[in-house]
């Protein structure tokens, strides 16, 4: 079974291995953000669980590039966790955080994007929200959310 990809904005550092992709470290990068403090994942469970990606690494961030890589990963893919209105918009999903995307991706779930500066993340219940919604779409990490808060 395919693991499911989280797919994230941009790397603007220029190496193109997305195993880096939204990488659990260091503390306070997006990756750390989603894995241990969003969805509380120990961080090995994280890794071994999903695949993740960047739409666009290494270069300036644009749209054309976005929805180049957007349509690529579409075609492959059969469960894609969505980061942010960038993200979205690059897909052609409305940006309805902790929703199932409502589209022609019907395989898609819509987070916030998990950086320090999306203020969506203080509103209350947020990461339970985003929790309840990563466990109902990806059943298997179900039991791997919330264990491990802040680690």
Known sequence: MTKPLIVGEWNPYPDKDD???????????SG???CC????????????????CNLVNGEKWTMKAARAK???LAEKRPRVILLGSKVCSAFGVPFKPFEVAES????????PHP???????NLDNAFAKA?????AFVPEVGPHLGVADGE
């Open 19 to 29: 195993a880096f992709a939204l990488y659990p470290s260091p503390e306070g990068c």
């Open 32 to 34: 750390h953000r989603l």
């Open 37 to 52: 403090l969003i969805l509380g994942m120990r961080r090995a469970t994280y890794l071994e669980s999903f695949d993740r």
């Open 70 to 72: 957007a349509t690529e």
């Open 104 to 111: 022609p991706l019907k395989f898609a779930i819509v987070l």
């Open 115 to 121: 950086s320090g500066l999306c203020r969506l993340w």
């Open 131 to 135: 929790r309840d919604a990563v466990a």
